[in-house]
């Protein structure tokens, strides 16, 4: 078993987090390129419907799983993983397959009547196979980060990533001859041949985890705790059902509650474009512009971000077993401190550069407003999951519910009076996301505080906004001073390339960058030893 300790774990996931994100970005560029930006619009309007659908079979369960199979771990029953994994795949696959069948048969009246543009139809039929994928593999994830082994999760999720790049290009390619819809069904499809490979690698990886543990165990013992337990299936299916589902449906009622209001966003938007007086086929565009190609760049740190919610479940949990305080605050500081000192050099570079970042990324000027007016509210978004991830990890999933539900009440009711106004139209959105970052991170701030008795760490944030703001101002300058014939994208990393390292001086100095936490690190900790 290769269970990790907390900031390896972070780090194998982190990594596979930023290949990821930086793989990403491939179809991210090239799909506007082949699809354009109205295509991109049709293949992220029926993206939130699926969500919602996810989040209503596994929205809670993967994080159920995590913290019941390590609670098991650390009470030394593996029996009582594997029938924690048994009960949740029966439960997922069944609903994954029931909900499958009811998009097949809603499609046209959803696509209709709730998407706003019938023309979605064709990616909503694309995506539904999807559903199953996602809610065995889900339970897969969860399996393998209770036990705090984050590598299967970390390979799949790169392979999956490999796959889904090249399946969205080709097959949007191979169906654009026949109209804008069915190449953004084509990209649509990618996704699927992507999540689909990347079960087949946690299908093998658990195979091979399997194969290790009878060959570590008695095979005569083995195979009395197969039989107790297959005697005792009936009777504790029902149990486990109900502890996966106690944890579950609070979890999963806050994760709806985004979803949820992904999908109203996506619908209010549209109409409120519609009101402002602009057209389907603009509104779609623009809406393609701010999710598919704005939103994107600004979650590119989320690969830390998530990477610490997804190892600090577990580790929070164990810790929680013990009664173990010390470890729980050191944790949650050690998250909040890594997703702030990472973030910010993104944020700043996003907002000073924003007009050469996208004419890089995208070939497109017109859009660098949007991401300007987001970036520097892209810290507060950072820190987040890692308070979400500990509220939802110490049992107090309800109150994370409350704040996600206030901050989407207050975003959709804000979409529909700015966006309203043809004065600001897109820009009404952006001001009402920007809103619910700060209203949800507020209040995710003050829960934890208040559960914890936790105090936040404000000088940390103090000194974090200090380095961003000498650093945004020293990649302005040298942006500014290298304009004289050389490439943009040679001023563009020039710029942004010596701007972070005057950023990472500056963080050392003020002790930021914890030393001890860089000798924890797999493979580049050697070089930090005393």
């Given at each position: 078993m290769n269970k990790q300790t907390f900031i390896q774990g972070t780090m194998i996931l982190l990594v596979a987090g930023i290949v990821n994100r930086i793989l990403g970005f491939i179809p991210r560029i090239l799909l506007p390129r082949v699809i354009?930006?109205?295509?991109?619009?049709?293949?992220?309007?029926?993206?939130?419907?699926?969500?919602?659908?996810?989040?209503?079979i596994t929205g809670g369960i993967p994080l159920a799983v995590a913290k019941l199979v390590a609670e098991a771990e650390s009470s030394g029953q593996p029996a009582k993983s594997t029938s924690i994994l048994r009960t949740s795949l029966v439960f997922t696959t069944a609903a994954g397959f029931l909900f499958t069948f009811l998009?097949?048969?809603?499609?046209?009246?959803?696509?209709?009547?709730?998407?706003?543009?019938?023309?979605?139809?064709?990616?909503?039929?694309?995506?539904?196979?999807?559903?199953?994928?996602v809610a065995v593999s889900s339970?897969?994830?969860?399996?393998?980060?209770?036990?705090?082994?984050m590598i299967p999760s970390a390979v799949s999720s790169i392979l999956e990533t490999l796959v889904?790049?090249?399946?969205?290009?080709?097959?949007?390619?191979?169906?654009?001859?026949?109209?804008?819809?069915?190449a953004a069904a084509g990209a649509m499809l990618g996704v699927v041949a992507g999540e689909l490979a990347g079960l087949g690698v946690l299908l093998w990886q658990y195979r091979r985890l399997k194969k290790r543990e009878q060959d570590a165990a008695d095979i005569e013992t083995e195979q009395e705790q197969n039989n107790s337990i297959h005697e005792k299936e009936s009777s504790l299916f029902g149990a486990t059902l109900r502890r996966i589902l106690k944890i579950a449906i609070p979890v999963t009622g806050g994760r709806l509650v985004g979803s949820l209001?992904?999908?109203?966003?996506?619908?209010?938007?549209?109409?409120?474009?519609?009101?402002?007086?602009?057209?389907?086929?603009?509104?779609?565009?623009?809406?393609?512009?701010?999710?598919?190609?704005?939103?994107?760049?600004?979650?590119?740190?989320?690969?830390?971000?998530?990477?610490?919610?997804?190892?600090?479940?577990?580790?929070?949990?164990?810790?929680?077993?013990?009664?173990?305080?010390?470890?729980?605050?050191?944790?949650?500081?050690?998250?909040?401190?890594?997703?702030?000192?990472?973030?910010?050099?993104?944020?700043?570079i996003m907002y000073v550069l924003a007009e050469p970042l996208c004419l890089l990324i995208y070939n497109d000027a017109e859009i660098a407003g949007m991401l300007k007016t987001m970036a520097p509210f892209a810290l507060l978004l950072y820190a987040q999951s890692p308070l979400q991830a500990t509220l939802q990890a110490l049992d107090k999933p309800g109150r994370a519910l409350i704040n996600t539900l206030v901050g989407a009440i207050i975003k959709i009711s804000l979409i529909l009076y700015l966006a309203s106004n043809p004065a600001l139209g897109i820009y009404g959105a952006i001001i009402a996301i920007i809103i619910n970052f700060i209203v949800v991170t507020l209040l995710h701030g003050y829960s934890v505080a208040r559960v914890l008795n936790y105090r936040m760490p404000y000088l940390d944030l103090l000194k974090v906004c200090t380095a961003m703001v000498i650093m945004a101002g020293a990649a302005q300058y040298l942006f500014s001073q290298m304009n004289f014939g050389l490439p943009l994208m040679v001023q563009f990393t020039s710029a942004a390339g010596?701007?972070?390292?005057?950023?990472?001086?500056?963080?050392?100095?003020?002790?930021?960058?914890?030393?001890?936490?860089?000798?924890?690190?797999p493979f580049i900790g050697r070089w930090f030893k005393p």
């Amino acid at each position: 078993m290769n269970k990790q300790t907390f900031i390896q774990g972070t780090m194998i996931l982190l990594v596979a987090g930023i290949v990821n994100r930086i793989l990403g970005f491939i179809p991210r560029i090239l799909l506007p390129r082949v699809i354009g930006a109205e295509g991109v619009g049709l293949y992220q309007l029926g993206y939130p419907f699926f969500l919602v659908i996810v989040t209503i079979i596994t929205g809670g369960i993967p994080l159920a799983v995590a913290k019941l199979v390590a609670e098991a771990e650390s009470s030394g029953q593996p029996a009582k993983s594997t029938s924690i994994l048994r009960t949740s795949l029966v439960f997922t696959t069944a609903a994954g397959f029931l909900f499958t069948f009811l998009c097949l048969f809603g499609a046209p009246w959803v696509s209709r009547y709730i998407l706003t543009d019938s023309r979605v139809y064709h990616t909503f039929i694309a995506m539904s196979p999807m559903i199953v994928i996602v809610a065995v593999s889900s339970v897969y994830r969860g399996y393998f980060q209770g036990k705090q082994d984050m590598i299967p999760s970390a390979v799949s999720s790169i392979l999956e990533t490999l796959v889904r790049i090249l399946c969205v290009l080709w097959f949007s390619y191979l169906l654009l001859p026949m109209g804008i819809t069915y190449a953004a069904a084509g990209a649509m499809l990618g996704v699927v041949a992507g999540e689909l490979a990347g079960l087949g690698v946690l299908l093998w990886q658990y195979r091979r985890l399997k194969k290790r543990e009878q060959d570590a165990a008695d095979i005569e013992t083995e195979q009395e705790q197969n039989n107790s337990i297959h005697e005792k299936e009936s009777s504790l299916f029902g149990a486990t059902l109900r502890r996966i589902l106690k944890i579950a449906i609070p979890v999963t009622g806050g994760r709806l509650v985004g979803s949820l209001s992904y999908l109203l966003e996506s619908i209010t938007t549209a109409q409120s474009l519609a009101i402002a007086g602009i057209g389907v086929a603009m509104a779609t565009s623009q809406y393609g512009a701010l999710q598919g190609m704005v939103i994107p760049l600004l979650l590119l740190p989320g690969a830390l971000t998530s990477s610490l919610a997804v190892s600090l479940v577990p580790s929070l949990a164990e810790a929680q077993a013990r009664g173990d305080m010390r470890t729980i605050h050191l944790r949650l500081h050690q998250s909040l401190r890594l997703a702030l000192v990472t973030g910010a050099p993104f944020a700043a570079i996003m907002y000073v550069l924003a007009e050469p970042l996208c004419l890089l990324i995208y070939n497109d000027a017109e859009i660098a407003g949007m991401l300007k007016t987001m970036a520097p509210f892209a810290l507060l978004l950072y820190a987040q999951s890692p308070l979400q991830a500990t509220l939802q990890a110490l049992d107090k999933p309800g109150r994370a519910l409350i704040n996600t539900l206030v901050g989407a009440i207050i975003k959709i009711s804000l979409i529909l009076y700015l966006a309203s106004n043809p004065a600001l139209g897109i820009y009404g959105a952006i001001i009402a996301i920007i809103i619910n970052f700060i209203v949800v991170t507020l209040l995710h701030g003050y829960s934890v505080a208040r559960v914890l008795n936790y105090r936040m760490p404000y000088l940390d944030l103090l000194k974090v906004c200090t380095a961003m703001v000498i650093m945004a101002g020293a990649a302005q300058y040298l942006f500014s001073q290298m304009n004289f014939g050389l490439p943009l994208m040679v001023q563009f990393t020039s710029a942004a390339g010596a701007s972070v390292l005057l950023y990472l001086a500056l963080a050392g100095g003020m002790g930021l960058i914890d030393l001890q936490d860089l000798r924890r690190i797999p493979f580049i900790g050697r070089w930090f030893k005393p």
